[in-house]
């Protein structure tokens, strides 16, 4: 944005990303089937004209707010992992940023999660946004597993559809036990799991790190649950 950007103009972008911020707070609680126009409008103090004037539809709306998302996730799991080496050191990285990122979301709700429940089974526009979404970041996981293949640090005969897989169910198994049954240690048990999958998959000569930090994390399930 430049000086010559007229003030209204400049106006209506931080009103409709203040919109934005406050509908993803409403989408991470209560769905984004539960995000209206009227809502947004009662918690921003806006006529619902004023708050459609920013958005051409609810769909819209939606979309708006999986972007929304979907950047806040890739500025703070994707784009810092990149920082670490390549291969099994940056898988790492993904992983612990993504438990990380749950760890927030265990109280507010995570909306890839709670949005592949709304939509598994509802077509349109929404549904598909989310789902190349998801998509994107299983795609990363994928790029990354191969690359610790590639460089030795996993076995040859690692399938990684199947690994991105077994990672994906420990962080479903995480959200739900640590959000639905509030399971204290939840997030341990998460850590060893990945070092446990880890270690299975790892070149032999390279297992020690993954078992020490299992038993590390075991420890902190221990320390948790006493």
Not at 52 to 62: K, N, P, Y
Request: glycine share 8%.
């Amino acid at each position: 944005m430049t000086d010559n950007t007229p003030k209204f103009m400049r106006k209506g972008e931080l009103t409709r990303a203040a919109i934005l911020d406050v509908a993803l707070g409403l989408a991470s609680r209560d769905g984004l089937e539960g995000l209206t126009i009227g809502l947004l409008a009662d918690r921003m103090n806006m006529s619902k004209s004023g708050v459609f004037a920013h958005f051409g539809s609810r769909i819209e709306l939606q979309i708006e707010v999986l972007k929304l998302y979907h950047t806040v996730f890739e500025n703070e799991v994707f784009s810092p992992s990149l920082q670490a080496p390549r291969g099994l050191p940056r898988l790492e990285a993904m992983f612990a940023r993504w438990i990380k990122r749950v760890t927030v979301e265990i109280a507010s709700g995570c909306i890839y999660i709670s949005g592949a429940v709304e939509y598994d089974d509802r077509p349109g526009e929404v549904r598909e946004e989310l789902v190349a979404m998801v998509r994107v970041w299983q795609a990363a996981l994928h790029r990354c597993v191969v690359q610790a293949i590639e460089m030795g640090h996993l076995q040859d005969g690692t399938d990684p559809q199947q690994l991105v897989f077994e990672m994906y169910g420990l962080v479903l198994a995480l959200h739900h036990d640590a959000r639905f049954i509030k399971r204290p240690g939840s997030v341990e048990r998460a850590e060893v799991g990945f070092a446990r999958l880890i270690a299975d998959y790892r070149k032999q000569d390279a297992g020690t790190a993954g078992n020490n930090q299992t038993k590390t994390s075991r420890a902190a399930i221990r320390k948790t649950a006493a």
